[in-house]
């Protein structure tokens, strides 16, 4: 493993070091420090949420947010979360991330709700929490520990949680009868056939963005698209479009049968306070 590999030759010392060439020191001592910041980032409050609008698009209006978590390194500034999810993800201090994220959410929610503002709260959760032993006992904890009533909570979960196919359909069941939302993100990037979710108890599909961003300029990608909308229509899951930017994709996708979309043409994520107005403006100006 090359990681590894790179840190042995760092403990080794000097000598082994200079076979390796500037740049993979450089990758890797950034990833030494997120790696070893992560802890402390979660303690001194580095970690943020932002929350993104998903919204019914023939209309504009709210339908929800989904928490996006970001973190301001004192030393590096902000560190996307793809980078440092994968890197807590391999230690898996993910799950510590995860918890803090699942009550973090929750609180906004319920606090939302109790200023009159109904939206729902969609949560990413990583395969490594979702494999927990003790992940819907956490999800429960969460909702008995915020008030947040359960069908206000969706958790996003990827494709790359259909390797274990039994334990998958078991965990989902389990979640079903806490009445959480579970969809499925970044459809169409992973293996997994509909044929596969057909049998599983989710909610909502989402169309990844790499399909919206070229659905205008790639035959292929359009036509994906219209299957996809025809085949979840069928199953009766909802369907939600990522990465929108622009209308003549809110044109396309409504044309086809997707009624619910999410990108920066409506917002991008933001900061509680900031997505709050937004909220409240979709509400009350469309
Ligand atoms: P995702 O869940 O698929 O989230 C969508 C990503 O697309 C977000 O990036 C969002 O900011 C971005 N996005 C939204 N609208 C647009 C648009 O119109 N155009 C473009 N180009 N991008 C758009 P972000 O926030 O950097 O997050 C990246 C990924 O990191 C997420 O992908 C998710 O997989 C992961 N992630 C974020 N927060 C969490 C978390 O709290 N827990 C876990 N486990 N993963 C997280
Ligand atoms: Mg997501
Ligand atoms: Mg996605
Ligand atoms: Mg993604």
């Not at 494999?131 to 909702?143: G, N, P, S, T, Y």
Request: proline share 5%; with cysteine; hydrophobic share 40%.
């Amino acid at each position: 493993h090359a990681d590894n590999a790179m840190y042995i030759a760092k403990e080794r010392g000097k000598n082994n070091f200079q076979f390796y060439i500037y740049e993979d020191k450089d990758i890797f001592d950034r990833k030494v420090k997120i790696e070893r910041g992560l802890n402390d980032a979660l303690i001194n409050g580095e970690l943020e949420l932002h929350y993104q609008p998903k919204v019914y698009l023939p209309s504009g209006k709210p339908y929800g947010v989904e928490a996006l978590i970001r973190w301001k390194h004192p030393e590096l500034g902000m560190i996307p979360p793809i980078e440092f999810i994968s890197i807590a993800e391999k230690t898996g201090f993910i799950k510590k991330i995860g918890d803090w994220v699942i009550q973090e959410a929750c609180a906004q929610a319920k606090s939302w709700k109790n200023s009159g503002l109904n939206v729902k709260m969609a949560v990413n959760v990583s395969s490594v929490q979702f494999e927990d032993d003790f992940f819907v006992e956490k999800i429960r904890q969460a909702l008995t520990d915020s008030g947040l009533p359960p069908e206000h909570l969706g958790l996003e979960i990827t494709e790359s949680v259909m390797h274990d196919l039994e334990r998958t359909t078991a965990t989902l069941h389990e979640l079903k009868r806490l009445g959480v939302k579970v969809s499925v993100d970044d459809f169409g990037t992973g293996y997994s056939s509909l044929n596969v979710l057909s049998s599983l108890p989710i909610d909502l599909v989402k169309i990844d963005q790499s399909f919206i961003r070229e659905v205008l300029t790639d035959p292929n990608k359009a036509s994906l698209v219209k299957s996809m909308i025809t085949m979840v229509e069928d199953l009766e899951f909802d369907l939600i479009a990522e990465g929108i930017e622009n209308e003549l994709q809110v044109n396309f996708l409504t044309k086809n049968g997707c009624y619910l979309g999410q990108g920066y043409l409506y917002s991008p994520p933001l900061p509680a306070e900031e997505v709050e107005k937004i909220l409240k403006q979709q509400l009350t100006t469309v």
